[in-house]
């Protein structure tokens, strides 16, 4: 959508009236529909999300006109540019953990459903949505064995409840964090690693240079981290209590798989094949576990007949679809599902997990369809229409057909989260009070009142609701109402996929 209004003079400046006209007429021009829900209308605000939260200077053409710029100074303790990026969720934190598995899945998205972003007009706006990330990542990585992960301190930061424009003064510190060659992190090294050869994939048919850019990155990071092995959190001790990770070897699987796709580079394959560790079956697919990712990319290439379906590629494979199994209820340790058809992973922002799981549902039935295949399952047999029905389930769910007719995506259809847990969307726009607010005004006035949030997180998936269907649209509770982008990012393929 925005791709189309960026055509008019950068001079102009859409009302929200207008916009919320133009976002009317495509949701009834644009997009499948099902039980009413219109799968085009989820695409373009789960892009325009993105805009929300960016860090940086945002650009002339920028949609969502309640933020403004913010940390321009990122990285200045070390004389390094790393502004831009993306806040992580609710906070003002920027973890390069889930931010570089956020832009994986956004690149994914954008390279397995091109034709349909592209038939949506929405493919200059996910290739737009990822080089927000990938020029950051960029910028992250200055030297062979130094990958920037993370910038803010995450403990002073969330002892503050403040807009991320007002991080501009000193009372506000942002310290940067790296790993390098004496503060080793396989897993933080092998998931950028995966972000920019995945990343270069979306870019070669259009920047053939910036794609050969993020190759060379991916290369570099990959021997990184396959010649330094350790977990992140070791070296970024400030995340090791909100995105610590369980281990390196899923992270440098799927980076190889990757880098194999983007160079087609046979070492890339021996990686893979000799790996001593396929995972097995995975519970989840997430920003910490990536051996499901690297299962389903193997099993594609022994869908598309470049390797033959034997030895570790066929374990990768079998691996991959008793996951789909579990996921469609014929396996042997299926996915717990709501009362109201969700399925349930875990307590915390189970969303997130099946936003992933929809992603592999919706890429492998196209696997599935290409080569006139099905999954063999214990308790029976998986079209490729079954799991595209699937995914659809879960994305019907979450828009709207569910025990409390909600959606869970912020400003789609008329019942949506109101406070959603996020600094920016719960205190006053910039915009309209342009005083610089400290650390803890925010507390009184915007976090501890019942009010709904002033500024509408267009395009945001909170956390969603409890193995019950029971959710409250209360801003104090992060564990089912704070949105992230490892949930958003995923659900922009899967829209792709249904729209």
Not at 485 to 499: M, N, Q
Request: proline share 5%; charged share 20%; aromatic share 12%.
């Amino acid at each position: 959508m925005y791709c189309v209004l960026r055509t008019r003079s950068s001079q102009c400046f859409l009302t929200m009236q207008s916009m919320c006209i133009v976002l009317l007429l495509l949701s009834i021009t644009s997009g499948k529909v099902s039980a009413g829900l219109n799968y085009g209308e989820a695409l373009t605000k789960s892009l325009l999300y993105f805009e929300a939260q960016r860090s940086g200077k945002l650009p002339s053409d920028q949609i969502v006109e309640w933020r403004g710029d913010s940390a321009p100074g990122d990285g200045s303790d070390v004389n390094i540019d790393l502004s831009g990026g993306y806040y992580d969720a609710g906070d003002n934190m920027k973890f390069g953990f889930p931010l570089a598995f956020t832009t994986t899945m956004l690149a994914w998205g954008s390279v397995e459903m091109a034709s349909q972003f592209q038939a949506h007009n929405e493919h200059q706006n996910v290739l737009v949505a990822l080089k927000w990330a990938t020029d950051y990542l960029i910028k992250a990585h200055p030297e062979p064995n130094v990958l920037y992960g993370q910038v803010g301190d995450v403990k002073l930061d969330h002892k503050c409840w403040m807009r991320p424009e007002d991080m501009i003064n000193t009372s506000h510190p942002r310290p940067s964090y790296r790993i390098d060659a004496q503060h080793p992190g396989a897993d933080l090294a092998g998931e950028t690693a995966a972000a920019m050869a995945a990343a270069s994939l979306a870019f070669a048919p259009f920047d053939a240079a910036y794609a050969k850019t993020l190759t060379s990155h991916a290369k570099d990071l990959f021997e990184f981290g396959k010649n330094h092995p350790g977990v992140y959190h070791d070296s970024i001790t400030n995340a090791a209590g909100f995105y610590s990770s369980s281990g390196h070897e899923d992270e440098l699987l799927w980076a190889a798989a990757w880098l194999h796709r983007a160079t087609g580079d046979q070492m890339y394959l021996d990686y893979l094949t000799q790996a001593s560790n396929s995972g097995g079956v995975r519970f989840a697919f997430s920003w910490d576990d990536k051996f499901v990712g690297a299962q389903v990319l193997a099993a594609k290439l022994v869908f598309e007949g470049k390797v033959k379906n034997e030895g570790k590629m066929a374990e990768y494979k079998r691996m991959a679809e008793q996951f789909i199994c579990n996921c469609a209820q014929k396996g042997y340790s299926n996915v717990k599902k709501t009362p109201g058809g969700l399925l349930w992973f875990f307590s915390w922002e189970n969303l997130q997990y099946t936003a992933t799981a929809s992603f592999v549902l919706s890429s492998y039935s196209k696997y599935l369809e290409a080569a006139q295949a099905s999954v063999q399952c214990p308790n029976g047999v998986l079209q490729a229409s079954d799991l595209l029905g699937l995914a659809r389930a879960q994305v019907d769910y979450i828009l709207g057909s569910n025990p409390k007719s909600m959606s869970y995506m912020v400003g789609f259809g008329t019942n949506y989260p109101n406070r959603p847990h996020h600094r920016g969307a719960s205190i006053v726009s910039i915009k309209k009070d342009p005083k610089l607010k400290e650390c803890s005004e925010g507390w009184k006035p915007w976090y501890n009142t019942s009010e709904p949030n002033p500024n509408v997180l267009v395009g945001a998936i909170v956390g969603g609701p409890d193995m019950n269907d029971v959710y409250q649209d209360e801003r104090s509770d992060f564990q089912h109402n704070e949105p992230a982008t490892v949930t958003v990012a995923p659900f922009v393929g899967v829209f792709a996929a249904l729209a």
